[in-house]
């Protein structure tokens, strides 16, 4: 069935160090797929979307490109603040059966110091 | 424009005891999921809503319930609390089939005791 890998956290970086977090995807067809983050406390927040391979989803200085050829779909950023310590979720569309509903990875802390 | 809301926020409850959680979708948006994000399973879809019938269901029991009803909004019943069903319940909705981005509520946070 259709999957989401997520690595692993907590990542912990310091205040405008780069960011990477990896998300690689199993699935039939060509699903979309979506970051979204978690602050405490509340519910998902999408922070971008791409729905066809090569797209680049961007938002807040975040992007993604949405591989085919390697399944992935790595979140990025060049320069974290404090305000991005947060719980990032990668997930897909399962279009099965008509469904759309969501599969999630596991969801990566990333806590930023001052 | 309004986004998904969820009551209650919080619920306290004893093992064995019922529950119901309420959902109301952007206005226009006919479909409504749930999720549970229980600590450590990660987040699991629980049951698919669209115009007012149970299109799919997640691995869940079927002491886990709900119905949509006509203005769209959608309850989400669990019976016979077990400790285990203590989590955050997510409701999301999604316009219309041919647009498959979901907008997810707050959550509302079911301790069972």
């Known amino acids: 069935g259709n999957s989401v890998t997520q690595m692993e956290g907590p990542v912990t970086l310091s205040e405008e160090a780069f960011l990477t977090i990896n998300c690689t995807y199993t699935?039939?067809?060509?699903?979309?797929l979506f970051w979204y983050v978690q602050y405490p406390g509340e519910g998902l927040q999408l922070l971008l979307k791409?729905?066809?391979?090569?797209d680049k989803g961007s938002n807040k200085g975040f992007e993604a490109t949405y591989r085919k050829e390697t399944t992935s779909f790595h979140l990025e950023k060049g320069s974290v603040q404090v305000s991005d310590s947060a719980v990032y979720f990668c997930?897909?569309?399962?279009?099965?059966?008509?469904?759309?509903?969501?599969?999630f990875g596991t969801g990566t802390r990333l806590k930023v110091l001052a | 424009e309004a986004g998904v809301t969820q009551s209650p926020t919080h619920l306290i409850k004893t093992r064995g005891q019922q529950v119901t959680l309420r959902c109301s979708p952007i206005?226009?948006?006919?479909?409504v999921y749930w999720y549970q994000q229980a600590l450590g399973l990660g987040l699991q879809f629980l049951l698919w809503?669209?115009?007012?019938?149970?299109?799919n269901r997640g691995n869940f029991p079927p002491r886990f319930s709900g119905r949509q009803f006509p203005n769209y909004s959608s309850e989400l019943n669990v019976n016979a609390l077990e400790l285990e069903d203590s989590a955050l319940y997510l409701c999301?909705?999604?316009?219309?089939?041919?647009?498959?981005?979901?907008?997810f509520g707050p959550g509302t946070r079911l301790t069972v005791l």
């Open positions: 999301a909705s999604r316009r219309d089939p041919n647009y498959n981005e979901q907008f």
């Open positions: 699935a039939t067809g060509y699903p979309s």
């Open positions: 791409a729905t066809k391979a090569d």
């Open positions: 997930a897909l569309s399962d279009g099965t059966s008509g469904t759309y509903k969501y599969i």
């Open positions: 206005s226009g948006h006919t479909s």
């Open positions: 809503y669209d115009e007012g019938e149970e299109r």
